[in-house]
Nanobody, 120 residues
Framework: QVQLVESGGGVVQPGGSLTLSCTSS????????MGWYRQAPGKERELVAQ???????NYADSVMGRFTMSRGDTGNTVYLQINSLKPEDTAIYYC??????????????WGQGTQVTVSS
């Protein structure tokens, strides 16, 4: 199993910024992608941003231009820079990693989540 540990959440005023981090550990044969998801109270978990092993990124329409996902030099840490925060960005943000443990065994693992609250 891949262990994912998120950090960086907190309470921020509308218009503010945060940077979330997710550090992964464990044996990975091939990483396909890492992503940030969020789940607001009473809503389903949704994909916010994703970065593939090749470095391509994609974003949900609701965060395009405000959120930026990047990867650290070692490749085992990903970041989510969040700018111009809105109250509707309030949610638990989860890190996800997908890939293969060997030639035939896929994995799809989650972190424990970090709370982001946008409030004045």
């Amino acid at each position: 199993q891949v262990q994912l540990v998120e950090s960086g959440g907190g309470v921020v005023q509308p218009g503010g910024s945060l940077t979330l981090s997710c550090t992964s550990s464990g044996n990975v044969f091939r990483l396909v992608a890492m992503g940030w998801y969020r789940q607001a109270p009473g809503k389903e978990r949704e994909l916010v941003a994703q970065i593939t092993s090749g470095g391509s990124t994609n974003y949900a329409d609701s965060v395009m231009g405000r959120f930026t996902m990047s990867r650290g030099d070692t490749g085992n840490t990903v970041y989510l820079q969040i700018n111009s925060l809105k109250p509707e960005d309030t949610a638990i943000y989860y890190c996800n990693a997908r890939g293969y443990r060997d030639y035939v065994s896929p994995f799809d693992d989650w972190g424990q989540g970090t709370q982001v609250t946008v409030s004045s």
